[in-house]
Each structure stands twice: as C-alpha cells, then as structure tokens.
C-alpha cells in the first residue's frame, strides 16, 4: 500500500511552458485534492475531486486545470507556466464522505518556472 | 468563510519542556479541527483531529489539543518536546457537511537540544 504517490518530485520549467504533475492513490478514496504551499501562506486549495468524472474549483485555481477519469489518478496540468506558479504541490485524497475522514497526502512536487 | 489563525511564526522550546502551538478558527456551525505535522521534504502528516466528544483530543507521537468552544481555539500541546519534534505544524479547520479543509499557514517549531 503506496498510498498517495506524486510524480515528478521536481521540476524547472521556463515561462509559457506546459506539464502535467501527476497523483495517483491506492486507497480507493473518492475525494482528491490539490494544493500548493507557499511559505508563510500554508496550503491553498486548487482543485478537490469527490469522485471519478467530478471536479470543482477550490480557492486559487486559475492558470490550472484538472481531469478525474479515474478513482485512482487526479492529474494537475499548467497550460502556460508563470513564475506565480512556482510552488511546491500537494495531492491529498480522503475516504468518502462525511467530513470526519483524514487527508492523506503525496510527498509533494517542487516547481521552479523560470 | 472559514478560516484559520496560527499566530506565531515560530516556536523555541528547550528539550524536555512543554510544547505549545497556538490555533483559534472561525467558522460557521460546529467545526472539525486537524493538526498536521510537516518534516521537511515531506507531505503532511496527520496527528490528531477533534470531531465530537471529549474536548481533550490524544494523537501520534505524544501530543495532544484541547478543543474550547468558547475561545474557539485548538491548541496543540506536548508535555515534553523532543528535538525530533522539529518541523511545520499546521491547523486546519472543515466546517461540518464540508468536505474542504481550510489550513493556517503553519508554525516553525524548533526544538533546542
């Protein structure tokens, strides 16, 4: 059991570029979520999944997006990178539903735009 | 909206004293309340959460936080801190029928040997 594993642990990318960070959990959670911490900021909500073919913007999703056509994958793609984009990047996943459950999360993915 | 404080930036604690984060939230309804631990390089971890029940909650790794509804705080506490207690410590909040959690922006504890 793997749990929440991210790929790829870092990343530079130039300006205008484009990627996809990927996040895959074996926990057959239904509800996903990406954030990205910032220092001194903590983490904010991107995007959050509650289920394969279901997702929802969170608290700063411009210049992302988000596709959820299975329960174990929640990839995160940058169409045109910025440097506001650079960030370190947390995938979590939670048991549904309920609101008691945890978040488990991924080790994170370190992103340099440059 | 929802939110959360964690006031200080950083915490210095001698090893073998007691350990104390502070965490007040505000939110709407009866809140679910999450500590999380972060080491660096590393995701977060889950420590402790508070749901219903006794306002005294006990977690991972020695520590403990105690729900007041009055002062609407949730404070983390460890009777003896150890150096390798070290690490980015984060409250975070969900409102009941929420499934969103809302993060403070995380206190800096250094543990000096």
């Known amino acids: 059991n793997a749990g929440v594993t991210q790929t790829p642990k870092f990343r530079i990318l130039k300006i205008g570029q484009s990627m996809t960070l990927q996040c895959t959990q074996d926990?057959?959670?239904?509800?996903m979520y990406w954030y990205r911490q910032d220092p001194g900021m903590g983490l904010k909500l991107i995007y959050y999944s509650v289920g394969a073919g279901i997702t929802d913007k969170g608290e700063v999703p411009n210049g992302y997006n988000v596709s959820r056509s299975t329960t174990e994958d929640f990839p995160l793609r940058l169409e045109l990178a910025a440097p506001s984009q650079t960030s370190v990047y947390f995938c979590a996943s939670s048991a549904s539903p309920g609101g008691q459950e945890t978040q488990y999360f991924g080790p994170g993915t370190r992103l340099l735009v440059l | 909206a929802q939110s959360v404080a964690q006031p200080e930036d950083q915490v210095n604690v001698a090893e073998g004293n007691p350990l104390t984060v502070k965490c007040t939230y505000s939110?709407?309804?009866?809140?679910?309340l999450f500590w999380y631990v972060q080491y660096p390089n590393r995701g977060l971890q889950f420590l402790l959460k508070?749901?219903?029940?006794?306002?005294l909650v006990k977690g991972s790794y020695g520590f403990e936080a105690e729900f007041n509804k009055s002062q609407t705080s949730f404070h983390l506490k460890k009777p003896s801190a150890l150096v390798s207690d070290s690490a980015l410590y984060f409250c975070a909040v969900r409102p009941y029928g929420n499934n969103r959690l809302a993060f403070g922006k995380g206190n800096q504890v250094v543990v000096i040997p």
């Open positions: 939110v709407s309804g009866n809140p679910y």
């Open positions: 508070y749901i219903t029940g006794d306002n």
């Open positions: 926990m057959n959670h239904n509800y």
